[in-house]
């Protein structure tokens, strides 16, 4: 059981930054970001491999990233240079794996991040 709760998406400019905030609670620890543009799939945009380990997508690596706060049981996604293309739904992700081995995938509800040009 657990539950995902995105924060931090707004309306900004070319070249400003915003910061992303995913609270989890529960068993579940999230784990990455993926995002959602208007008439496209969701992507990955930053994860968690294992540890300290990172993985981004070319198109946001060097802007954007991904850390947590074990303690505050949250992720977080630091997200600088801003561009238009970066507009879309941001969400976070979990996976879960159960003793028997079934996998159950948690999402937030996601977060508006809109990037005026």
């Known amino acids: 059981q657990g539950q995902l709760v995105e924060s931090g998406g707004g309306l900004v400019h070319t070249g400003e930054s915003l910061r992303l905030s995913c609270a989890a609670s529960?068993?579940?620890?999230?784990m990455g970001w993926y995002r959602q543009a208007p008439g496209k799939q969701r992507e990955l945009v930053a994860t968690?491999?294992?540890?300290?380990?990172?993985n981004y997508a070319d198109s946001v690596k060097g802007r954007f990233t991904i850390s947590r706060d074990n303690a505050q049981n949250t992720l977080y996604l630091q997200m600088n240079s801003l561009k238009p293309e970066d507009t879309a739904v941001y969400y976070c992700?979990?996976?879960?794996?159960?003793?028997?081995?079934?996998?159950?995938?948690?999402w937030g509800q996601g977060t508006q991040v809109t990037v005026s040009s």
């Open positions: 968690f491999i294992s540890g300290a380990i990172t």
């Open positions: 529960g068993s579940i620890t999230a």
């Open positions: 992700h979990a996976r879960a794996v159960s003793s028997l081995g079934y996998v159950h995938d948690y």
